[in-house]
């Protein structure tokens, strides 16, 4: 059993920013994941999804369901990420006063993936985009 | 301790998953900042907080908490608690500020997460 699901984030629509996620972990359940990975899958995809509507100009989540791991990837088409050090830093955000009236945009979203995920990478580049690759293994 | 009981230590009246209160919570997270949320509260806990937006439900969901109380006599907008009645999960709101709700649950035996 090997497929993708495939999802669209638009920037800004913080009214649709969740389904994704939602969707994501309720496919997971009937997929018969256990509890304790769904929730780490669950938390770093949303982080994921809400990066793509605070920061990105619209990308996409993928799913990617293989027999024993499960592949989580977050794209975008921009703007890029200048320093992906500092984007790492706890604490460290860009966000403005309407994410942070919503309770985001404290500079954890990026950290909080490397602490759920078994596996993490990021790349960007300026005016191309950033896109991160999460691994989850499933026991 | 059952939901029930944190209903009534904080005089909240439910809005949505009434079929939720014999359910029992053992911990407690109290923070309107929902990246900590993410970050540090238990499975399985009670979320006190007094931001009443969509996001506050999806985090919920996400990170498998118990229920939602809603302070300082918030209350979500009806699309916003439709949305509950979907996810099936019990919210309540409370005319108490957070610091009170926290302060009258931990005395009654519910603890705070471990941010181990």
Redesign the interface.
Same mark, same amino acid.
């Given at each position: 059993m090997s497929y993708e699901l495939v999802f669209d984030v638009k920037r800004g629509d913080?009214?649709k =920013? $969740?389904e994704a +996620?939602?969707k994501i %972990?309720h496919t997971l359940q009937q997929l018969g994941v256990s509890?304790r990975i769904i929730?780490k899958i +669950?938390?770093a $995809?949303?982080?994921g999804e #809400?990066n793509l509507a605070i920061h990105s100009l619209g990308g996409k989540i993928i799913l990617a369901v293989g027999e024993n791991k499960l592949t989580l990837t977050i794209e975008d088409v921009g703007p890029g990420i200048p320093d992906i050090k500092l984007a790492m830093t706890e604490g460290f955000s860009t966000a403005g006063d309407e994410v942070r009236s #919503? $309770?985001? @945009? =404290? @500079? #954890? @979203?990026l950290?909080?993936m490397v %602490?759920n995920a078994d596996a993490f990478e990021i790349t960007s580049e300026i005016n191309e985009g950033t896109k991160i690759v999460m691994n989850f293994i499933i026991q | 301790m059952k939901l029930s009981q944190v209903r009534e230590l904080l005089n909240a009246v439910v809005l949505t998953g009434e079929n939720h209160l014999d359910d029992e919570v053992y911990v407690g997270f109290g923070c309107d900042l929902m990246s900590d949320v993410l970050c540090y509260a238990k499975e399985g806990a009670v979320l006190l907080t007094g931001l009443s937006n969509k996001q506050v439900l999806n985090t919920a969901e996400m990170a498998n908490m118990n229920s939602i109380v809603f302070v300082r006599n918030k209350v979500p907008n009806n699309e916003i608690l439709e949305l509950a009645r979907e996810m099936d999960i019990l919210t309540m709101t409370t005319k108490l500020i957070l610091f009170e709700c926290c302060g009258i649950l931990y005395e009654h035996g519910l603890k705070g997460a471990n941010l181990s």
């Open positions: 913080f009214d =920013a $969740g +996620s939602r %972990k509890n929730r +669950s938390i $995809g949303y982080e #809400m #919503m $309770g985001f @945009g =404290a @500079g #954890m @979203g950290t909080n %602490k | -």
